[in-house]
């Protein structure tokens, strides 16, 4: 199908490629410019499955990539000299005036941008006049002679061009506040920083400069041409870098080279203050509405006891991570109360935290560490005696499997291996209640069934256990009660069956023909299978069709009992080919699935 896709763009520049992910991002790190200009659309293809893929930033790209897979596939299948077109139609034009007001008014402040770095290098040229005619007319020898001191001399011409420097800054900055939407105080606090802070450098350049001129008006001249190839060189050049197909390195080059010039800092800095006004005025546009607040986590309220494991389930930004940097003192409460071991979260947090062990999401490991003094550094803030944390540490070890890696140092562990050791962490000092958050991320099947057995043996010891988790396997095999929670509030609570029972509703339904070479005859089969089940349990949804496996949900027939299911099923096993079938209750992972469809998409 390859070489159909590459017949398709035949006339094209085509690259051939055995992994396009790892293609694109070498080219990327090599040149982004390149991959954006001369990378537009391009597919892979693994066994029966075909990727389209299309360069974000043309608005045509992605219907042409979809047009070139489905051309390519109708020439695989059909073999026929045609294809199918597709029309571009164009995005409305905004012709309103709001649009040519702010069209307007981005060629003011880029108008306002140049004079603003153009008067730099011509303004700060000038100064260096009068000091070549004081100094070619002697009169600053006569004043030396005089007795005035160097020093006082030049703090004195320093101090009076500041002054006249200042009077000119202030002078742009009252133009810059007549523009429509203006700029903040904050804005024209920044621009008066900037200003100051390089006329600390041009000042003394222009007095060093003084000495090598004895005509005033070429001095003036070499220093305002100086100044303004320094302030648009630079940045054109730099600009060309970015649009050409330099290199990454060869750019990041002359980025360190140019940083170091006062010049090009202070242009970099009028431009990013101009940027930041023009964002701020976009959104200020924007959020003309007041702006809805929305809370993380909102009014839970439910009781865990010792023996137990709590699951919170949900999907990325429903509030687990957020409850947990509440129960633990990461992030105050704003409404509400916890209680942990009978003492308030809010007003008790020391005394509580001595009673909580805590396993972070993310890995709160020092990463020059070595597992051990990790472990040590950890017992003996815990309290553990000094005689008894080395056996304590090793037990550690032992337990969750990473003994043979103790002496190693943080960085130098898997992802798999920082989970154990965080776990670790988390029930040093014996505490009665142990907040998990995703402890089993990053392992592998057999290291996570061994965590999993040791979390089991912590339940029946005592201990209360509180953990997120995105497995529902892992929720199953640990958790007495779950809860599931969408938008920061619980949606359902209660034992894994008993959430199976009252919002699965029905059964679900795997069948497996047996294979044949003919896909016809396959097709047949199914097709077959499809009457059976519409016949026999009305109202059945299919779910799922993959080659020879179909997979459907049985709304609860009330009328039949699992093992009059079952017997249909059998008594109709040869008649439909049927390789294999199971039939089950509804998994947790489709109950949470029901509810998760109900999260607010910005909550990520």
Known sequence: MANTYVKVLKGFNVKTVQNVTAEILNMTYKSLSTVEKHYIVGASFYEDIITAWFNIHLYHAAPLSLSLVLNTLYEEVLHKNKSITFFNYPLPRRTSSQQLKNYGESNDLSRLEYGLKSSIGIATGTYILFYIRERMSKCKHLQIISGVNAFIFWSIAFLCDLITYLITVISLLIVMTTFEGGFETFELGLLILLFVCFCFFVLPLTYLMSYCFKIPSTGCGVMVVFGVCMVFIPTMVYSVLEESDASHSTRIFFEWVFIFTPYYSVVNGITAIITMRNIRKECDMNTKLPREVLCEVVKECCCVNPSECFGLLGVNGAGKTTTFKMMTGDESITFGDAWIHGMSVTTQQKQVQTFIGYCPQFDALLEDLTVKETLLIFALIRGVSFDKCIALVESLAQTFDFFEHINKKIKHLSGGNKRKVSTALAIIGDPPIIFLDEPSAGMDPVTKRFLWNNLIRLRDAGKCIVLTSHSMEECEALCTRIAIMVNGTFQ????????????????????????LDDQTLTDNRVSAVKKFVQKHFP?????????????????????????QMFGMIEASRQQLKIQDYSLGQCSLEEVFLKFAKNQREYSS
């Open 492 to 515: 359902c609570l209660g034992s894994t069956q008993r959430l199976k029972s009252k919002f699965a509703q029905g059964y679900t339904l795997k069948i497996k023909i047996k294979k």
């Open 539 to 563: 109202g059945s949804e299919l779910k799922e069709r993959y080659q020879e496996l179909v997979t459907y949900h049985l709304v609860n027939p009330k009328s039949l009992s699992l093992s």
